[in-house]
C-alpha cells in the first residue's frame, strides 16, 4: 500500500452513483476543521495531508487522504483500495477500475485513458500484478476539465498499481480548480 500511497501523492463489489457524487462529498476550499480527520499524513510547506473519514464513502476505497493548503483549503483527495492480496491474474482491480471508469464516464464523459483503452486489459495472465509493479502494464483512465467548465474539478485519474508480483490496488486522484501549487504532479 505505500508504494502505491507515494505514487498517487506524487502523480496525484457493488458500486453506486452516490458514492461517486463528486469527490466523495468532500468539497474545494474545505478547511481541517471541516473535515472528519483520522490522522496528519505529512506536512509539506503550506500543504497538510490528511487521513479522513469522508461523508460520501465508496465501498471499493478503504482509504481517504485529502490535500489541504493553508490558504486555498482542500485541494485534493486521493483514495486507495485495501491492497487485493493473491491477485496475481489482476481480476479484481481490473473489474473495480472499468466499473468505476464506467461510472465516471457516464458523469463526466469519456475519459483519456494514459495507455490503451481500459477495456481491453483483459485479466487472466498468471504475472498481471508483476507485469503492473514492473511498470510493463498500466491502468490509467484520466479525465481533465477546462477551468471555465461547471464545478470544482480540474482533473480525475482513476489508476491501479501493484505492492509486489501478487497484490494490486486501486486509486483514484481528484484534483480541484484550486490545486495549482497545492498538488503535487
Known amino acids: 500500500m505505500f508504494r502505491t500511497i507515494n505514487t498517487a501523492l506524487l502523480i496525484a463489489g457493488s458500486f453506486s452513483t ?8 468532500i468539497d474545494m476550499g474545505d478547511k481541517a476543521k471541516d473535515l472528519k ?33 493553508d490558504t486555498a483549503g482542500a485541494c485534493g483527495v486521493i483514495a486507495f483500495s485495501d491492497a487485493n492480496q493473491d491477485e496475481a491474474d489482476g481480476q479484481k482491480v481490473v473489474s473495480s477500475a472499468y466499473t468505476i471508469a464506467t461510472g465516471l464516464a457516464k458523469k463526466y464523459g469519456k475519459g483519456t485513458p494514459l495507455t490503451s483503452d481500459l477495456k481491453d486489459h483483459r485479466p487472466g495472465s498468471k504475472d498481471f500484478a508483476g507485469q503492473l509493479y514492473r511498470d510493463e502494464k498500466k491502468i490509467a483512465v484520466f479525465w481533465r476539465f477546462e477551468p471555465d467548465s461547471p464545478g470544482d474539478l480540474s482533473r480525475i485519474m482513476l489508476s491501479a498499481d501493484a505492492d509486489d508480483a501478487t497484490s ?4 483514484i486522484s481528484y484534483h480541484f480548480k484550486n490545486s495549482e501549487g497545492c498538488m503535487p504532479g
Open 37 to 69: 480527520v483520522i490522522k496528519t499524513w505529512e506536512r509539506e510547506g503550506k500543504r497538510t495531508t490528511y487521513r479522513v473519514e469522508p461523508p460520501i464513502i465508496n465501498p471499493e476505497f478503504q482509504y481517504y487522504f485529502v490535500l489541504v493548503d
Open 168 to 171: 494490486t490496488t486501486l486509486f
Open 18 to 25: 452516490t458514492a461517486m457524487a463528486g469527490a466523495f462529498g
